[in-house]
C-alpha cells in the first residue's frame, strides 16, 4: 500500500531525525544531537518539543511537499519524550504495533496528526524485585525490526544487535515479530566515560572510524580476567605507562564492554546475528560473535535508516487500512 505524504521520525536517547517521505521516496531529511536524555537532565520536554518543530519545518521546506502525518518511533513514545505510549507485549509484529500506535494533537509542534509507534517489553515489569530483571523494554528497535524485513536485509529466524546509546539483542521470529530482547546501557556509558571521567584525556571523542583488533582483544581478556570496572582503569594505566595511542585506549575500551555484554547477547542468539550501528564498533562485536562461533552480518548505516522508515511506512500503512487511527 503506498503512504501519503508524511513526517517519518525517530527519537533516540541522544538524537532525532525527521524525514518528508512521499510513497517511500525521501524528500528531505534533517536532524539534530538532541533527544530524551536533555530531558531527563532539566526535568522538561521543551527542547525536544522545540527541536522537533525546527527539524520538521527544515524538512518541509527543502522537501518542497506538503505532509499530512506525522508518525514516530523511539524515545518519543516514553516518558521523557513527546507523550508515553504503552509497551506492547512481546510476541509482536506489524500488527500489534498499529494497533498499540497511539494518536496525539501538539500543535506548538507540528499542525499536523501525530501517530506515536508502541516499543515492545519482554516479560513482566510487575512483582517480585528478582523477577522484573528478567523483563526487557525497547522503543525503536521493534520499527527497524520491521523494516529490514521487506527491504530484503533480514531472513527470519534470527537476532537483531542494535549497538546504539544502548545495545540491544533483539530475536524475531520465523514470523517476523519481535520475541524477546536483552538490553545493557553499554553504548551510553561508553560515552559516559569519553566526556566525564578520568579517562576522558586517555581516549578520543565520538564513535571511533577505526578499532585497533589486536587493542579490543586486550580489552576483552582484561575485562573477562578483573571485571569491567578494573578494565576501564586499566585505560589509565596505560595512558600513565604511555601504553598504545588514545586509538588504541578507544580499542580497549570497547573490547572490554563488548566482554562484559557478550554473554547477555549469546543468551539471546539463536539464529544468524544482523548487526545495526555506525562507527567501528559493529565490525568489532561480528569479529567477537565469529570467534564464538556465530555467524554475523553488518547492516551498512543507508539501509539501516531505509529500514527504519519502512517499518514506519509499514506501520502506517496497517494503521489507515485498519482503520486504527
Not at 106 to 114: A, G, K, M, Q
Not at 186 to 202: D, R
Request: aromatic letters at 4%; charged letters at 20%; glycine letters at 10%.
Amino acid at each position: 500500500m503506498k503512504h501519503r505524504c508524511a513526517i517519518f521520525t525517530d527519537v533516540g536517547t541522544t538524537n532525532t531525525r525527521v524525514w518528508l517521505v512521499l510513497d517511500g521516496q525521501v524528500l528531505a531529511g534533517a536532524q539534530a544531537q538532541v533527544g530524551v536524555r536533555d530531558t531527563a537532565r532539566v526535568g522538561n520536554n521543551r527542547k525536544l518539543r522545540e527541536t522537533l518543530k525546527l527539524l520538521i519545518d527544515a524538512a518541509v521546506a527543502e522537501g518542497g511537499a506538503e505532509p499530512t502525518v506525522f508518525v514516530a518511533a523511539g524515545m518519543i513514545g516514553s516518558a521523557s519524550g513527546l507523550a508515553e505510549v504503552p509497551h506492547v507485549p512481546a510476541p509482536a509484529g506489524v500488527a500489534q504495533l498499529a494497533a498499540g500506535t497511539r494518536r496525539f494533537a501538539f500543535p506548538d509542534v507540528t499542525p499536523l496528526p501525530i501517530l506515536i509507534v508502541p516499543g515492545v517489553r519482554t516479560g513482566a515489569l510487575m512483582g517480585d524485585p528478582d523477577s522484573v530483571c528478567d523483563a526487557d523494554v525497547m522503543r525503536g528497535e521493534e520499527t527497524l525490526c520491521m523494516g529490514l524485513l521487506p527491504i530484503g536485509a533480514l531472513s527470519p529466524p534470527a537476532a537483531v544487535l542494535n549497538l546504539g546509546s544502548h545495545w540491544k539483542a533483539i530475536r524475531v521470529d520465523a514470523g517476523g515479530r519481535v520475541v524477546g530482547s536483552a538490553t545493557t546501557l553499554s553504548g551510553e556509558m561508553i560515552h559516559a566515560v569519553q566526556s566525564g571521567t578520568i579517562l576522558a584525556s586517555a581516549v578520543p571523542q565520538g564513535r571511533p572510524a577505526a578499532l585497533d583488533e589486536a587493542w579490543v582483544l586486550r580489552g576483552m581478556r582484561e575485562q573477562r580476567r578483573s571485571g569491567l570496572a578494573r578494565a576501564m582503569f586499566c585505560v589509565r594505566l596505560h595512558e600513565l605507562a604511555g601504553g598504545g595511542n588514545a586509538e588504541q585506549r578507544m580499542a580497549f575500551l570497547v573490547g572490554a564492554f563488548i566482554a562484559a555484554d557478550l554473554d547477555t547477547v549469546m543468551s539471546c542468539v539463536e539464529a544468524p546475528v544482523l548487526i545495526v550501528g555506525s562507527g567501528a564498533v559493529p565490525a568489532a562485536w561480528r569479529a567477537a560473535l565469529a570467534r564464538a562461533g556465530v555467524k554475523a552480518s553488518v547492516v551498512p548505516e543507508p539501509q539501516a535508516e531505509a529500514a527504519l522508515r519502512a517499518g514506519l511506512a509499514r506501520v502506517l500503512d496497517t494503521c489507515v487500512y485498519h482503520q486504527l487511527v
